[in-house]
Every structure is written in C-alpha cells, then in structure tokens.
Nanobody, 123 residues
Framework: QVQLVESGGGLVQAGGSLRLSCAAS????????RGWFRQAPGKEREFVTA????????YYADSVKGRFTISRDNAKNTLYLQMNSLKPEDTAVYYC????????????????WGQGTQVTVSS
C-alpha cells in the first residue's frame, strides 16, 4: 500500500507564503508524475501543478503560474509546493497525488492520493 501524507497547510494573510510537503511511503511503485490538486468548498477537485519523475519537467495551472513552484527530493521521497503571493481564491484543501498515466493534468489518471491539508488565505 502506498501512503501519501501532506503537511504545511495553515492560515495566512493575502500576499503571504506557505510551503507544503508530501511524504511518500509504503510499497515501491513506478510513477510518471507527482502533483498537487486542490478542492474548494462546493467545487470539484482541480489540477494545480505536476512534475515528471523522469525529466523533472514542471507544469502549472494558469491560475498559479508565477506564484507557485513544485519541486521534489527523490532521496527523501518527498514532494514540495512553494506558494507565494497567496490570494483568497487559493483557499482550498490541497491534495498530493501520484500518477502512472501519461497525462499530468487528468485527475482520473492519478492512482494515489493524500488525505489533504487545509490552506486558508484571508484578505
């Protein structure tokens, strides 16, 4: 069983920063992408960012480009999300996920999910 555990969420003022972490443990499995999704109350879970395990290429939703940065530490089996210039619209539960599929943006191709960490941005 693969386990993903997010941490680092919290309450911040607009314009502030947070750094989320996602630690992976359990059985070894090959993934193509690791990424972050988020879900606000009453809305569907949406793609935020992803990173390729083989090339380290990164991909971002238009809403977070220039503000968020995804990175990884393979030795620690940990994924990170640096969030700067946070806006109230970024308020959501953020989920770490891993995909063995070919499309980094497609939620249905992500096989493993963390339990989520709450990010709240006040104005």
């Amino acid at each position: 069983q693969v386990q993903l555990v997010e941490s680092g969420g919290g309450l911040v003022q607009a314009g502030g920063s947070l750094r989320l972490s996602c630690a992976a443990s359990g059985r070894t499995f090959r993934t193509n992408f690791r990424g972050w999704f988020r879900q606000a109350p009453g809305k569907e879970r949406e793609f935020v960012t992803a990173i390729s395990q083989s090339t380290a290429n990164t991909y971002y939703a238009d809403s977070v480009k220039g503000r968020f940065t995804i990175s990884r530490d393979n030795a620690k089996n940990t994924l990170y999300l640096q969030m700067n210039s946070l806006k109230p619209e970024d308020t959501a539960v953020y989920y770490c996920a891993a995909s063995s599929g070919r499309r980094y943006y497609l939620r249905a191709e992500y096989d493993y999910w963390g339990q989520g960490t709450q990010v709240t941005v006040s104005s």
